[in-house]
């Protein structure tokens, strides 16, 4: 299987392409990326660059790929609504669209997170964002297109958050983070396991297109 994963860099995207390096049955990653991962491995190639809203000059790069693992975003604390939806929503698009074009045979899975409104008619702003960017991907005319909705990360294997903030609570909670796993599996996962879960759904399909925390789990 050939991937493009956008997002290598932040906290899931480390866990995807981990998985995806170790994984037999995925034989080459591109990470389109704004900065280098720091990995040198004979499967992965990275291409790095700054416009993430115009991809026409490398779309002879993205063709010929059976998945497009999407976890690319950022926190929308002390973010207006314009400016997270133009990262939010207007990069993912810019990205899906033109890989829709070019490789319809794809599977395109896309990391939101739970409590994401599917409505986008709610109060919170990130989940009316979150919700019109899944809608808009599930309409696109790739093969497959599954939203992956995880609750709180645990992240494994020295991965760390870039957000300050979260890694301040993943430092804080790290030594129960376990224990409260085992308890309430259906809003615990970790980076192992969302991708690992994206490798798998993109080999063998979901029966559901939006995959909800305890959905992950159970891949």
Same mark, same amino acid.
């Given at each position: 299987?050939?991937?493009?994963?956008?997002?290598?860099?932040?906290?899931?995207?480390?866990?995807?392409?981990?998985?995806?390096?170790?994984?037999?049955?995925?034989?080459?990653?591109?990470?389109?990326?704004?900065?280098?991962?720091?990995?040198?491995?004979?499967?992965?190639?990275?291409?790095?660059?700054?416009?993430?809203?115009?991809?026409?000059?490398?779309?002879?790069?993205?063709?010929?790929?059976?998945?497009?693992?999407?976890?690319?975003?950022?926190?929308?604390?002390?973010?207006?609504?314009?400016?997270?939806?133009?990262?939010?929503?207007?990069?993912?698009?810019?990205?899906?669209?033109?890989?829709?074009?070019?490789?319809?045979?794809?599977?395109?899975?896309?990391?939101?997170?739970?409590?994401?409104?599917?409505?986008?008619?709610?109060?919170?702003?990130?989940?009316?964002?979150?919700?019109?960017?899944?809608?808009?991907?599930? %309409?696109?005319?790739? &093969?497959?297109?599954?939203?992956?909705? *995880?609750? #709180?990360?645990?992240?494994?294997?020295? @991965?760390? $958050?870039?957000?300050?903030?979260?890694?301040?609570?993943?430092?804080?909670?790290?030594?129960?983070?376990?224990?409260?796993?085992?308890?309430?599996?259906?809003?615990?996962?970790?980076?192992?396991?969302?991708? %690992?879960?994206?490798? &798998?759904?993109?080999?063998?399909?979901? *029966?559901? #297109?939006?995959?909800?925390?305890?959905? @992950?789990? $159970?891949?």
């Amino acid at each position: 299987m050939r991937v493009i994963l956008f997002g290598a860099t932040g906290m899931v995207g480390q866990g995807v392409l981990r998985e995806c390096l170790l994984d037999p049955e995925v034989g080459h990653v591109l990470s389109v990326t704004r900065g280098a991962a720091g990995q040198g491995h004979e499967k992965l190639r990275e291409l790095v660059r700054t416009d993430f809203l115009h991809f026409s000059d490398i779309e002879k790069e993205l063709t010929g790929f059976d998945a497009c693992f999407f976890s690319l975003g950022v926190s929308s604390s002390g973010m207006s609504e314009e400016n997270y939806r133009r990262v939010t929503y207007d990069v993912t698009m810019a990205a899906a669209e033109t890989l829709a074009h070019l490789n319809p045979g794809t599977t395109f899975i896309y990391v939101s997170g739970t409590g994401t409104d599917s409505s986008e008619q709610g109060r919170v702003m990130w989940a009316r964002v979150k919700g019109k960017t899944e809608n808009a991907l599930l %309409r696109l005319p790739f &093969k497959a297109s599954y939203m992956f909705r *995880p609750g #709180v990360i645990q992240p494994l294997h020295g @991965i760390t $958050s870039k957000t300050k903030s979260y890694r301040i609570l993943y430092s804080v909670t790290a030594p129960v983070l376990p224990l409260l796993k085992a308890i309430l599996p259906n809003y615990i996962t970790t980076t192992e396991q969302v991708g %690992r879960a994206m490798i &798998k759904v993109a080999k063998d399909g979901y *029966p559901k #297109v939006v995959l909800e925390n305890k959905d @992950i789990n $159970s891949v």
